[in-house]
């Protein structure tokens, strides 16, 4: 049966989204039929008051009237506000729905462009959830119901019509005009500043280096020149704006004058009633007022219509393609098989046709020089990165297709640049579930790091991330170390996990993979000093992307006799 995958799952989303979407701005249009039919009540009002009630003198007339417009304009402010708040819920859908994809995709991202991108799609979600619920995604359906007022004034008079018509005409005008001269420049300056910022987002993590170095002006300078560019941009396509915006407003004032004269020269010549000069001015005024908003509004559809297609871009082309049903916890072999991987974009291959098992008990060490392979092999291991041909198995599973969350219950990872995320060491530890206190004990004792994080502050709550308790690179390590044995994974992966530690911490990190064997784990691990390999029962060689050598620990350390070649690869394994 054909599991449903998580990018499946997105594309319906998005298919799901746009229909329910469609549905709310036809309600919404339905509802802004009323509301526009709603706001002739008060240029009818003074029509009939100024033709019925000033003539007859009569009270009760003008009671009625008041009536019936009072009952008008209630029903009216009802309907607006039901049509605010369906744009504010069909806002709130939009990041309801998409918010965990949009996570998800983000963070496959991340692992290929950075996270610059990342930070940008959140930002994206907020800025159309913010214009949906806003004023501007509403004027275009004030100006498909304009016929109605346009209507009006053609059966008060045609020439109050024919006025009207040239009007709306001249203002349609200028709008496209101003989308034309105001389009490219926003799209550009918009990229522009989208750039800027992620350069800056990047450049800040490494803030203490940038301060050290002294690299601060230098930096300085890059970021404002491309702060200027982005500026002269949107400077250009801002200052076209508001030329076409007082433009069109001018035109809207003089269109309203001419429609005055008209109705004065009508009344002069008994063609019309008083009343109907008034009200056409009236009408006027809102026929035209929605055409006058677009020009304004045109900016926010431009950023975000943008922004969307950064959304949609995202979710069709980096959301992985992974199950979403959990798999139940099992115990079983793993299985490498003829793995290949190549960057994107990259011509050559970084891993080529990989392959070896391991059943669980089994640690393993991979060794190698410089970029053979080592930390992508690790990446591919934990289902980061997407093979681009052959596949990892864990007890027949596709470690890359497996369900996330039920995948983090199997597996620990110590990546080679620790990363641990805002919150209290409990929640690293417990990699930011709900967490049980037990198990939490359990994998900072198998760590050895209960002792040490007695001695801080708050215990097991202190709080880590920007502005809070600094930790060392040991001490940031060996709490990596208990998150990745925390809830007993069955596969751990541990890439250069003591390169801050020193030699206590490098033996409660052999205590903790005994610990993680004797318990049925596999381990692979992965390590220049050759210290730890003591502890492992098969190595790996890798060479320049391919399996140099693999076996029992003891077949493959002694690389005296193996070859030149080999012993170079992996400098130092003799002395294990």
């Known amino acids: 049966m054909h599991k449903v995958t998580v990018s499946e ?51 009760d007339t003008l009671a009625m009237l008041i009536v019936i417009a009072i009952a008008g304009l209630v029903l009216f402010g009802v309907l607006d506000f039901v049509r605010a708040l369906t744009f504010q819920v069909m806002g709130s859908m939009v990041v309801r729905r998409l918010n965990l994809p949009v996570l998800q995709a983000t963070v496959a991202a991340s692992v290929q462009h950075g996270s610059a991108r990342a930070g940008q799609a959140i930002r994206d979600l907020n800025d159309i959830r913010s214009f949906i619920a806003g004023s501007a995604i509403g004027v275009p359906l004030e100006a498909i119901w304009c016929p109605i007022f346009l209507a009006v004034l053609f059966a008060l008079h045609p020439l109050y019509g024919l006025v009207a018509l040239t009007s709306a005409t001249l203002i349609v005008a200028l709008s496209l005009i101003s989308d034309l001269l105001t389009r490219r420049s926003l799209k550009k300056a918009n ?41 002269d941009l949107l400077d250009t396509a801002t200052t076209r704006g508001r ?42 005024g809102r026929l035209l007022l929605p055409f006058d908003s677009m020009v304004d509004g045109w900016r926010q559809w431009v950023f975000a219509l943008a922004a969307w297609k950064r959304i949609r871009d995202l979710l069709e082309n980096e959301t992985p393609s992974r199950d979403t049903k959990p798999t139940p916890r099992t115990v079983g072999d793993l299985v490498v098989d003829r793995l290949v991987y190549a960057p994107p974009g990259a011509d050559v291959p970084v891993l080529k046709g990989i392959s070896f098992s ?31 041909a052959g596949g990892i198995y864990l007890d027949g599973h596709n470690v890359f297709l497996w369900e996330r969350d039920s995948f983090g219950d199997m ?24 967490e049980d206190p037990r198990l939490v004990l359990e994998a900072a004792r198998l760590a050895d ?27 940031r390590q060996r709490i990596a170390l208990a ?23 490098e033996r ?24 730890i390999m003591q502890v492992v029962d098969k190595m790996l060689v890798l060479q320049d992307g391919r399996v140099a050598q693999f076996g029992p620990r003891a077949s493959v350390v002694d690389l005296k006799g193996a070859g030149e070649k080999t012993a170079n690869a992996v400098p130092g394994i003799r002395a294990v």
Not at 465 to 470: E, T, V
Not at 510 to 524: S, T
């Open 411 to 434: 597996v620990g990872y110590l990546p080679q640049a620790i990363s641990l995320l805002d919150g209290s060491i409990r929640e690293n530890i417990a990699r930011m579930r709900n």
């Open 508 to 531: 409660a990190l052999l205590r903790a993979i005994a610990a993680a064997r004797a318990d049925g784990a596999i381990v692979i691990l992965i390590a220049h000093r050759p210290s």
């Open 358 to 388: 391991l059943s669980p008990g089994e640690v393993l060490g991979i060794v190698g020089p410089s970029a053979a392979g080592k930390s992508t092999l690790a990446r591919l291991l934990v289902g980061v990165l997407k093979p681009t």
């Open 243 to 284: 030329a076409l915006s007082s433009l069109t407003r001018t035109c809207r004032y003089m269109m309203q004058i001419a429609v005055l004269s008209v109705g004065a020269t009508l009344v002069i010549k008994q063609e019309v009633s008083p009343g109907s000069m008034v009200a056409s001015s009236i009408i006027m």
């Open 483 to 505: 998150r990745a044995l925390y809830g007993k994974p069955r596969l751990i992966v541990l890439d250069e996990p003591n390169a801050n530690l020193d030699t206590e911490g």
């Open 449 to 475: 790091v209960h002792n040490m994080i007695g001695r801080f502050p708050l215990g097991y709550d202190t709080r880590l991330g920007d502005g809070n308790f600094l930790l060392s690179g040991g001490q």
């Open 191 to 231: 990229e522009a500043a989208i750039a800027g910022i992620g350069e800056i987002s990047g450049s800040l993590r490494h803030a203490e280096a940038i301060e050290a170095m002294g690299m601060l002006p230098a930096l300085a300078r890059r970021w404002r020149g491309a702060q200027l560019r982005a500026l």
């Open 9 to 59: 799952h997105a594309a319906d989303l998005i298919h799901r989204g746009r229909k329910a979407f469609v549905m709310g701005v036809v309600y919404a249009g339905v509802l802004s039929a009323i509301i526009n039919v709603l706001q002739l009540t008060v240029p009818l009002f003074m029509l009939q008051v100024h033709d019925r009630v000033v003539n007859s003198q009569s009270l």
